[in-house]
């Protein structure tokens, strides 16, 4: 199948033929991203946490717009080495919960295998910043075999998820080799990919790549977006193509003050994900990772955006509000919920109703 390519925008602010990503604080400035004042204070931030935009992304941020969404998300901030003591290098506890290099067996009947340590892009908010990145321990070879062969041990694991670090950056030879190796054990059902790479570096979607992903097993990838900005058209013409390949899409965000912590911006992302045929999964709760508390949110403010959107956009853009509780205890509904006191129930503007008791048989 021919990858449709569309181009991606361009701002003209110099960019043009430097089409490398980038990875520093001079680099950012270099693009015209940061301001040289700036320099000093995030080379500290860089120096605890990897930096990477890529092109498509830089040119997507406008530097005139100091709470640019783009920019929030990837571009490094002072305030990352703010760290408050709730805050940990380790906040949903995969630590404890990792029978061996690379597998998080937390639930009984899935896991996730992290073959990849790198990203195309380093969030700024990312809950596994202290393990992610260049200088990264990825599976080796015989690492990976064992990972594998876990899986293969443990009939009880029906579902397999693939993340990272992020598994669409792997080679597609690579890719190929792994989703055939979890195809080929019977009671794995479902492999399941978590990516930021059809929005972040769509050119990465290429046949190959997608001819690693074709499975006889269900095969989901589920996207990383924030904002509906991301969805450049070389975004959309690769999600397009994964989706052609027989692939369902899911989308899972992260709230974030100042990226999507609006009513309207969360509509318009979840519309957005949904006219592209990504069904909205889970609503992520941003986690207490070091140095992020300037993207968290209360749940009470989660609550009321989910809250805002019940009943106004189609259920179809409705993903699940989701914590991920600190110490590995995993993932559960925060609301809001809709059955007020005994017998009644809430509609979505907030008017309240009785619903009878089931009736005695
Ligand atoms: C998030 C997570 C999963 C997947 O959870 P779902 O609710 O099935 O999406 C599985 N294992 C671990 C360790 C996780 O953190």
Redesign the pocket.
Known sequence: MALERAAIPRRGRGLEGARATLRSPSALLDAGVIEADRLPALERVAAEFAVAVTPGLAELIDPADPADPIARQFVPDERELEISAEEQADP?G?EA?SPLKGI?H??PD???LKPAHVCPVYCRFCFRREVVGPGGDALDAAELDAAIGYIRDHAEIWEV?LTGGDPLMLAPRRLAAIVEALSAIEHVAVIRLHSRVPVVDPARITAELLAALDTEKALYVVLHSNHAREMTPAAAAACRSIVRAGIPMLGQTVLLKGVNDDAAVLTELFRMLVAHRIKPY?LHHADLARGTGHFRTSIEAGQALMRALRGRVSGLCQPTYVL?IPGGHG?VPIGPDYLAEAGMVEDYRGGTHAYPPKAET
């Open positions: 949903i995969d919960f998080v937390r639930y899935r896991v996730l998820i889970y991920d993932k």
